[in-house]
Nanobody, 121 residues
Framework: VQLQASGGGLVQAGGSLRLSCAAS????????MGWYRQAPGKERELVAT???????DYSDSVKGRFTISRDSAKNTVLLQMNSLKAEDTAVYYC????????????????WGQGTLVTVSS
């Protein structure tokens, strides 16, 4: 199983970006998918998650500005980021809780490679 993230870049404060992450491999189903971020010198933190039923959870710092969604048929999770602030600058990682086939049926957590978001003030 692989997670491929894309959509990062440089944007001015107040602007928008959309991140995308696609999971591929011998996937049977994906439960929770989400986005985390890690700023320089800081620990990785939760940004937003979405369950298989569509229930979402957001960190307080992004509520009202970011929207997470998923396309379960395509094993894809999106993060629409609006009203970006300088403090949103970080490497963003997608995460997925995957039921897949590897020497039998397994459930494992996977991380994408990270995509850099830089917000200039």
């Amino acid at each position: 199983v692989q997670l491929q993230a894309s959509g990062g870049g440089l944007v001015q404060a107040g602007g928008s970006l959309r991140l995308s992450c696609a999971a591929s491999g011998s996937i049977l189903s994906i439960n929770r998918m989400g986005w985390y971020r890690q700023a320089p010198g800081k620990e990785r933190e939760l940004v937003a998650t979405i369950g298989g039923s569509g229930i979402t959870d957001y960190s307080d710092s992004v509520k009202g500005r970011f929207t997470i969604s998923r396309d379960s048929a395509k094993n894809t999770v999106l993060l629409q980021m609006n009203s970006l602030k300088a403090e949103d600058t970080a490497v963003y990682y997608c995460h997925a809780d995957v039921l897949h086939v590897r020497e039998g049926v397994r459930r494992d957590a996977y991380w994408g490679q990270g995509t850099l978001v830089t917000v200039s003030s």
